[in-house]
């Protein structure tokens, strides 16, 4: 039982795909697989029809008797089926598990073929990091244009007048002006600094570049969570790893204990949140 379970585990965890598949050969193994699942359930469909003839053919045979009895037996005696169903739906059984095979190999085959072609498939990242780079340096570029292209534009209706020793405010995202910002990030109390904005753009894309839980992190850099982040791990109550915050052991739900993580969790939220925010009103 317990090698049966593990082997459904391991192929269950083998049958985990990209979330977006962007390489023809995966796309390959992928199609391949689903053609499998499929012949596997129309086997079973067909299985399925031919187990309820065979549990109807000894009704269905007897009836035939009856009325060759009736009819002085003339003619050749009806012969039962059930052999023939029972041999079709050994044939079929038989199809519908060596396509499970294959389908189990097919995966281990893909398992393989992506180990073998991670720094292939893992270059996509960086090329579209650097299209990312490119994009924001593009993005803060044009809109550097434009804003001389305005002010020129501005001089040009105007000169000479004395309005031109003026400039309007650029250096913030829509002029600083709280009506249209705030529907947009609400919560954010000052005007943004478009500089500031496309620094924090840049900082997305290395975040966007190496993004990972903890754990999948550690992994891939063949370390233990513990060394990654300078602490031991801790489980909370629904089993996941915290990645910030005190530690939460496990408790029954319902509980005291259960209680008390909660408010030891709800004073470091709230305590992270004047740090990082001040007093709320």
């Not at 340096?137 to 534009?153: F, N, V």
């Not at 209706?157 to 009506?179: C, D, I, M, W």
């Not at 089993?239 to 408790?251: D, N, Q, R, S």
Request: one cysteine or more; aromatic letters at 6%; glycine letters at 8%.
């Amino acid at each position: 039982m317990l090698k049966a379970l593990a082997s459904q585990e391991q192929s269950a965890l083998l049958r985990i795909g990209p979330r977006r598949n962007r390489w023809r050969d995966l796309f390959e193994y992928e199609e391949r697989l689903a053609e499998l699942e499929q012949r596997r359930t129309a086997l079973l469909e067909e299985i399925s029809a031919l187990n309820l003839q065979l549990q109807e053919e000894p009704g269905r045979h007897t009836a035939a008797l009856a009325r060759w009895m009736q009819e002085g037996e003339r003619g050749d005696r009806p012969v039962s089926r059930v052999p023939e169903f029972e041999a079709a739906v050994g044939d079929r059984q038989a199809e519908y598990e060596a396509a499970g095979l294959t389908y189990d190999q097919l995966l281990r085959q893909r398992a393989e073929h992506v180990v073998s072609n991670r720094g292939r498939f893992a270059s996509d990242v960086r090329k579209a990091q650097a299209e990312y780079v490119r994009l924001v340096d593009a993005l803060e570029a044009a809109r550097q244009e434009l804003l001389e292209l305005r002010s020129t534009e501005v001089w040009c209706g105007l000169f000479p007048s004395e309005l031109l020793q003026n400039e309007p405010n650029t250096q913030t995202l829509v002029g600083g002006r709280k009506a249209m910002q705030e529907p947009l990030l609400p919560g954010v109390q000052a005007g943004l600094i478009a500089r500031n904005v496309f620094e924090l753009l840049r900082a997305d894309v290395r975040f966007c570049s190496d993004v990972a839980t903890v754990d999948q992190y550690a992994a891939l850099e063949g370390v233990t969570a513990r060394k990654l982040t300078g602490r031991e791990a801790v489980w909370m109550g629904d089993g996941k790893t915290p990645l910030l915050g005190p530690p939460i052991p496990a408790a029954w739900g319902g509980s005291e204990e259960e209680g008390q993580n909660a408010e030891k969790l709800d004073a470091w939220t709230k305590h992270v949140g004047r740090s990082l925010w001040g007093e709320v009103e």
